[in-house]
Structures are given as C-alpha cells and as structure tokens.
C-alpha cells in the first residue's frame, strides 16, 4: 500500500481550510484517511499551520511521501 501525506480540504465556499493527514495514496481527496498529523489554513496571516513532527517524522520513516505543499508546511515548521 502507497502511503501518502496531503491535504484535506474542509470550510465552505471560498473560505478553505485543511487538514494534513496520511492516506492511501489511491484514496479520493476528501476520503478516509489514516492519521490526521495537522492543520492549514491558508486565509490566515502569520503562522498559519500547527503539525506534529513526531508523526510525521514517524510515517516518512514507513515510507509515506508527502505532497509539495505539505513538504513545504513541514521545511517552515523545521525552521521554527
């Protein structure tokens, strides 16, 4: 099973937000999901993301390949 770490999308019409979480990489975007690992939400100024980078440091060691938007969440928090 290919593993996958992306975005969730949740809010309404023109107001997203989202949801970091590990999937299997054949499910559909806002299906079930194995892991929630964080938050994003773009409308936000400043430090828009929380993320655990236990878990997240845990699933890529399995394997998982996070998305380019979720790797970039992850260098920011890196550096934090």
């Known amino acids: 099973m290919a593993v996958a770490i992306r975005l969730n999308r949740q809010g309404s019409k023109d107001r997203p937000y989202y949801k970091i979480v590990v999937v ?47 790797s970039s969440v992850i260098r920011k928090a890196r550096q934090a």
């Not at 938050?39 to 399995?62: A, F, H, Q, R, S």
């Open 24 to 70: 299997d990489s054949r499910a559909r975007r806002d299906g079930r999901y194995i892991e929630q690992v964080g938050t994003y939400d773009p409308m936000k100024e400043g430090v828009n993301y929380t993320i655990d980078l236990e878990k997240v440091d845990k699933w890529i060691g399995c394997g998982a390949q996070p998305s380019e938007t979720v």
